[in-house]
């Protein structure tokens, strides 16, 4: 089924995926990625992301952090905003290298600390204060303002927590956000594949954006004459909906919202 | 900076954003640095310095980090710059939306400020210009720009209708209402205020009252209504109707592009989301049932639109390596077993294993009884067993994935709405651990689509198992009561024992101490002791009066049981478990007080404890005293009242001349220390003067200091012909 999705997009897409991407100028849409623990499936994606050099930041919806243990009774437990990746990496494989390396964890973790401190909780964020400590995070220029345009779930339920959420907030900020889940299942493999679905979409969706900034002037729209290209916001259910046809195996929601 | 000319578009636009950068690390800088860079964003700045400007001033006053006095102040410097960059017809659009958004943060701050200050009327003249052309355009203007106007009146209905909360919290924007306008505001009528909200509350519905298709708009409306609804009473109706009337699925009879599916996923999925929010943030709301019901419906229309989808997605997923997939695959193949798709069923549903409608709609029941035994015996007889086996095993596993899913909704709160069994995850809503492990369990199985679908609230209301609730357990009777509540007496002693003494005498907390702060004997012991003294308190004195009441006799016989106890306990090893008996009788000795004083309005005899238990447990203990023990001393000094009959006990010891001077030493210490009972005890020693004759010799000592004049009357009695004996016996020794 990995073969099938993306495939057609091979060609469009820019190649260099597993490495950086060489700096590209001009208009860019800040992302966020969230899923429910902010380890494995956010985390791959804000990699890609950052990578290509989009501003990104990611969350995880869940109360706590969970990892798995030495059995499903028995999982590892941490608190969001206050353990660090590092520090997970260490416990763990103080604990048990040998399965930490198994199951991949540990290879998880080493990935994350590279990304940034540790795993954020999305109820936690506070939209519009300034992040100017997250300096050494991956994909830190562009999200110092504290807000994104797009925000990319991982997981059905974690699209229901974040439009819940934002719900709750009452919109105080004006701004308006699409909210995209791109269903991806919890492993390893998955979060690699629907990184590079998620970046897709991203590269679509910023590739509309820049064509309208890029359509300066008058929008002249009171005057009398219709408009003569449709806007970023109004495209993006085309564009999702053609990512779709790319990706048939990540399913997407897509709703706007307001921070 | 502003006046560099030769400084190109680019590296201009860099200098802005280090002045960003300094604003971000101290929002102090805002006035300053708005009032720079206003010039160059100005009307007639190139788009670039255009858009930059009003992103930063929308920035600036959508973020929380700069307080709403602040804010207040920043707004009255920029309203003009944003009148000139609305009303430019040639505006460009992506400067647009960010004026917008700016105008909807500043108009509930322009409000307040004129609400204040009613004088300056010029600012409040700048944003009804600016309010009045994102009214005109919002119709017009394309979907990005309309998207913001419609969250634009929003802000504005949130500030002209009357708040919730009638005292507005300070500091939240959200909370600027009608309520703040006094009646007699020369320049704001609140009438016509609250009417043009009114307006625009039904212009931003007219969206859904036309049921549009245009998800863009229709989201960016639904997203912008749980605040009015919760916040805005005044509202909620009106809003309620609106969406309980709209179908997101209209778009889904037509054929389905990719990004026709999209919309109307999107559509659907956004209703729902905002009704679920709002029946779960207020459950009580009346509008509950309806907004149930309309869920019910929108998820079966749901399934018939997504149904042939998901069941295709359901299949290709079940291709992955899990173990359900392997024990499929060892079935015979010629057979399929559907999955239940989404939606409520019905128990004929669970049953129905064919896809065929037509089959699945008819009605056995008109097939007369006979005819229809007669159909099945010969249908079951030439049914391939295996074949058999494996439909039933299919049913049962179709009600076993129901049962589970009504095990899981746990939450009777969410279980009659839980749309998605994903809300769970909401950690607001659970927070025990166990909850974690179970998601975590969750988590690794990784549920397959169809399993997910499943999950869903019809099918809980249809299936979820009647709740069974054990019958309670038959009431003890009295007796049984005092026989359970003698055990866990004897069993508290129990753990008494086990008990280590208290290593060390501890430091004395003074007026702070509790009486019974940790687990260990001394606090038993308090709770004890209370237990026998107070706890039945008050219910004694009614089985005084009704001696028929055989209930209330057990009760007094609970208390007694524990006196007895305890009295056991302490003659057990009296010397060191002194200091229980006293602070035990200490207890009797309050609670006989307290009972007495609660009795005395209503005239009541109440039953008093404390002489009866300091006379036994004198009585107790005194048998086995010898000359050198101190335990006498110290617990006549100790125990809170003392009379007649208690020292009388004393005097008894003098029987045996060894404790003669262990019962007078008590007694002249108390003498010495007790001054309350000094003339009391004088007496005790005068009787033994008189009862004693092997105790003359000390107790006159202790007389003639104590109570001069006794001895001489006493001899000037006997001169006179009283008794004979005292004086012979002084004068023999």
């Not at chain 1, 089924?1 to 208009?27: F, H, I, K, L």
């Not at chain 2, 019905?346 to 037509?358: I, K, Q, R």
Request: charged letters at 25%; aromatic letters at 6%; one cysteine or more.
């Amino acid at each position: 089924m990995d073969v099938a999705n993306g495939a057609s997009v091979a060609a469009a897409a820019p190649p260099a995926q597993n490495g950086e991407r060489d700096e590209a100028g001009g208009y860019k849409l800040k992302f966020c990625t969230v899923c429910a623990s902010n380890q494995n499936r956010s985390m791959e994606a804000h990699l890609q992301l950052s990578k290509a050099n989009y501003p990104v930041i990611s969350f995880g919806t869940g109360s706590l952090v969970r990892l798995p243990g030495p059995s499903i009774t028995q999982p590892n437990v941490y608190q969001f905003n206050k353990t660090s990746y590092d520090s997970m990496f260490k416990e763990l494989r103080e604990k048990d290298e040998d399965l930490y390396t198994r199951n991949g964890l540990l290879n998880m973790l080493n990935r994350n600390r590279g990304v940034k401190w540790g795993p954020e909780r999305w109820q936690d964020w506070q939209v519009g204060i300034p992040r100017l400590e997250h300096t050494s995070d991956r994909g830190y220029d562009g999200t110092e303002g504290g807000v994104a345009d797009v925000v990319f779930t991982c997981e059905e339920r974690c699209w229901d927590a974040v439009v819940d959420d934002l719900h709750n907030r009452g919109a105080p900020l004006n701004r308006p956000v699409h909210v995209i889940n791109v269903d991806i299942k919890d492993n390893h493999e998955e979060a690699l594949v629907g990184g590079r679905g998620i970046l897709d979409l991203a590269d679509s969706l910023n590739k509309a954006a820049k064509e309208e900034r890029e359509a300066a002037g008058s929008a002249a729209f009171d005057i009398g004459s219709a408009t003569s290209r449709a806007s970023f916001d109004e495209r993006v259910p085309e564009i999702v909906g053609e990512w779709q046809e790319r990706w048939p195996n990540l399913p997407a929601t897509w709703t706007l919202a307001w921070f | 900076m502003a006046t560099t000319p030769q400084l190109s578009v680019p590296d201009q636009i860099r200098q802005l954003q280090d002045a960003r950068k300094l604003v971000l690390s101290d929002v102090s800088y805002y006035p300053q640095v708005i009032q720079a860079t206003l010039p160059i964003i100005g009307p007639s700045a190139q788009v670039e310095f255009r858009r930059w400007g009003a992103e930063f001033l929308s920035e600036a006053f959508a973020t929380p980090a700069v307080p709403l006095g602040q804010k207040e102040t920043l707004s009255l410097l920029v309203l003009e710059t944003l009148k000139l960059l609305v009303e430019d017809p040639n505006q460009d659009v992506v400067v647009l939306r960010s004026v917008i958004q700016t105008a909807a943060s500043v108009y509930p701050l322009a409000l307040r400020w004129i609400i204040n200050n009613a004088y300056d009327t010029t600012t409040w003249d700048r944003m009804t210009v600016i309010k009045t052309r994102i009214l005109r355009i919002w119709e017009t203007a394309p979907p990005t720009v309309r998207i913001c106007c419609i969250k634009f009146a929003q802000r504005v209905v949130l500030a002209q209708t009357p708040s919730v909360n009638p005292e507005p919290r300070r500091g939240d924007p959200l909370d600027i209402s009608l309520l703040m306008i006094p009646p007699n505001h020369t320049v704001l009528e609140v009438p016509s205020l609250e009417a043009e909200a009114s307006g625009l509350l039904d212009r931003m519905l007219g969206v859904l009252q036309d049921n549009s298709s245009d998800a863009l708009i229709v989201d960016a409306t639904l997203n912008t209504l749980s605040i009015l609804i919760r916040a805005r009473p005044g509202t909620s109706n009106r809003i309620l109707n609106a969406i309980l009337n709209f179908n997101p699925l209209k778009l889904a009879s037509g054929p389905m592009t990719p990004k026709i599916k999209v919309i109307v996923r999107s559509m659907e999925k956004t209703t729902r989301m905002l009704l679920t929010h709002l029946s779960r943030r207020d459950s009580r709301n009346p509008h509950v049932g309806r907004i149930h019901q309309y869920l019910e419906r929108l998820m079966q229309a749901r399934a018939e639109v997504f149904d042939g989808a998901s069941r295709k997605r359901a299949h290709v997923e079940q291709d992955g390596l899990d173990a359900k997939r392997q024990r499929m695959a060892a079935l015979p193949q010629e057979f399929q077993i559907p999955p239940m798709a989404a939606g409520p069923h019905s128990l004929a549903d669970v049953f129905s294993l064919t896809s065929n409608e037509g089959l699945k709609t008819f009605d056995v029941s008109v097939v007369p009884a006979a005819l229809a035994a007669k159909i099945s015996v010969t249908t079951i007889a030439r049914i391939d067993p295996k074949l058999l086996d494996r439909v039933l095993n299919g049913v049962r596993d179709r009600l076993t994935a129901l049962y589970q899913v009504a095990q899981q909704a746990d939450n009777p709160e969410t279980a009659s709405l839980d749309v998605e069994d994903d809300d769970d995850y909401e950690p607001d809503y659970y927070a025990a651990e166990d909850n974690e492990q179970i998601l975590n369990k969750l988590d690794s199985s990784e549920p397959s689509s169809s399993n997910r679908e499943l999950q869903k609230p019809a099918v809980l209301s249809n299936f979820a198992l009647p709740t069974f609730k054990l019958p309670p357990p038959p009431a003890l009777n009295p007796d049984q009561a005092a026989v359970v509540g003698q055990g866990t007496v004897t069993r508290v002693f129990g753990v008494m024992s086990t008990l280590d003494e208290p290593a060390s005498k501890k430091t004395k907390a003074g007026i702070n101490r509790l009486a019974a702060s940790s687990y260990d004997k001394d606090s038993w012991l308090t709770i004890i002791t209370r237990l026998a003294t107070r706890a039945p308190a008050g219910l004694n004195d009614v089985s005084v009066k009704d001696e028929h009441n055989s209930a209330s006799a057990s009760r007094i016989n609970m208390s007694n049981s524990i006196r007895e106890s305890l009295y056991a306990y302490v003659l057990d090893d009296f010397r060191k478990r002194i200091d229980i008996a006293v602070s035990w009788l200490n207890e009797e000795w309050y609670n006989d007080r307290v009972q007495q004083i609660a009795a005395s309005d209503s005239a009541r005899d109440v039953p008093l404890h404390y002489d009866k238990w300091a006379l036994r447990m004198l009585d107790g203990f005194l048998p086995y005293l010898h000359a050198q023990d101190r335990v006498l001393t110290r617990f006549l000094s100790e125990i809170p009242d003392l009379n007649a009959a208690i020292l009388g006990r004393v005097k008894t010891l003098c029987r045996d001349p060894t404790l003669v001077s262990l019962a007078l030493n008590s007694l002249l210490y108390l003498v010495m220390m007790r001054p309350p009972v000094r003339n009391l005890a004088l007496d005790a020693v005068q009787d033994i003067w008189k009862e004693y004759d092997e105790a003359r010799p000390m107790a006159g000592k202790y007389l003639t200091k104590w109570r001069p004049g006794f001895l001489e009357a006493q001899q000037q009695l006997e001169n006179g012909g009283g008794t004979p004996t005292g004086p012979q016996t002084v004068a023999a020794v």
